[in-house]
């Protein structure tokens, strides 16, 4: 009864304990920034909701789900953000301003004021010294 009990709650602890392992991708895709898009200038008006970026997503051209006609972003240090009006990220993009994380700072807003439409991708990029 005594071994009955001893393997059930084994299996138990061993089936807990390979859930909390974090799988090697998850270690390599870092988390890198957020980004809040609207449709409308002024970044208060027709929220889209927030996305986030990682590492796995840098150094490339990402469509978004939606056109977007301002948004705002946090990143962690050491990345670039720009906002493209091409799908394929073929023009030079917008560079984006960040949001400096805390709450006592106030939300920096980029607007798409170009005549070129709204934004349809991003990109992110590291800096170079």
């Given at each position: 009864?005594?071994?009955?009990?001893?393997?059930?709650?084994?299996?138990?602890?061993?089936?807990?304990?390979?859930?909390?392992?974090?799988p090697?991708?998850?270690?390599?895709?870092?988390?890198?920034?957020?980004?809040?898009?609207?449709?409308?200038?002024?970044?208060?008006?027709?929220?889209?909701?927030?996305?986030?970026?990682?590492?796995?997503?840098?150094?490339?051209?990402?469509?978004?789900?939606?056109?977007?006609?301002?948004?705002?972003?946090?990143?962690?240090?050491?990345?670039?953000?720009?906002?493209?009006?091409?799908?394929?990220?073929?023009d030079?993009?917008v560079?984006?301003?960040e949001?400096?994380?805390?709450?006592?700072?106030?939300?920096?807003?980029?607007?798409?004021?170009?005549?070129?439409?709204?934004?349809?991708?991003?990109?992110?990029?590291?800096?170079?010294?």
């Open positions: 009864m005594y071994f009955a009990s001893f393997l059930a709650t084994a299996a138990v602890l061993a089936s807990t304990a390979s859930a909390a392992v974090i090697k991708d998850a270690e390599i895709d870092a988390y890198v920034g957020d980004l809040r898009t609207y449709t409308q200038f002024g970044c208060d008006a027709d929220n889209q909701g927030v996305g986030t970026f990682t590492h796995s997503m840098t150094s490339a051209c990402n469509v978004y789900a939606a056109s977007f006609g301002s948004l705002y972003i946090h990143m962690t240090s050491g990345w670039q953000f720009r906002a493209h009006n091409t799908p394929n990220c073929t030079d993009g560079l984006i301003s949001t400096l994380a805390g709450s006592a700072t106030p939300i920096v807003c980029n607007n798409q004021t170009a005549d070129l439409g709204p934004w349809v991708a991003y990109s992110v990029f590291p800096l170079t010294d």
